[in-house]
């Protein structure tokens, strides 16, 4: 069996090696994920952990996600290594958001769009066209739909 220690030398090495196209992508350490797993919300001191969890992206810290194309992320289940690879796509709406506590909401909403187009066209949509996806509107009956499961109304 592959310990994470050597899934997280070779990454190192290969890493320090990418091609031209992947040059911003970053990894996870094998670390990561049973931490974060870990962390309990409740807990005093948890927003100190969860921001020292970060020391495990690497080869640094991401500051600006846009600059990331991919997220390679080794996942290790019952006995079994699986690597998970996430292209980066960063949206931002064509909208401000209108309020401070929405953001989630507004994550929420893309996401279901987002599904949505998947479902009619495919993925075939450029980013640039994708953030134009969600308005405002979408962001407030989502969060009426979100508060009426939570309150039961």
């Known amino acids: ?20 196209t992947l040059t ?4 996870l350490s094998t670390y990561w994920l049973p931490k974060v797993e870990n962390l309990n ?20 810290p991401v500051m600006d996600w846009a600059e990331v194309p991919y997220m390679f992320i080794p996942i290790h289940g019952y006995l079994h290594w699986s690597l998970m690879v996430v292209r980066i ?3 931002t709406p064509s909208h401000r958001q209108v309020n401070t506590y929405d953001c ?11 599904i949505q187009l998947d479902d ?12 134009d996806l969600v308005k405002v ?9 979100i508060l009426a499961k939570v309150t039961g109304a």
């Open 137 to 145: 509107a979408d962001v407030k009956q989502l969060r009426n739909e």
């Open 104 to 114: 989630g909401v507004h994550v929420m909403a893309l996401t279901r769009s987002l």
């Open 1 to 20: 069996m592959v310990k994470g220690d050597l899934i997280n030398t070779f990454m190192e090495e290969t890493f320090s090696q990418l091609p031209p």
């Open 41 to 60: 919300a409740g807990k005093p001191g948890f927003l100190e952990e969860m921001e020292a969890s970060k020391k495990w992206i690497l080869p640094s």
């Open 120 to 131: 009619k066209l495919g993925w075939k949509l450029a980013t640039n066209e994708i953030k």
């Open 89 to 91: 796509i960063t949206i």
């Open 24 to 27: 911003g992508s970053r990894y």
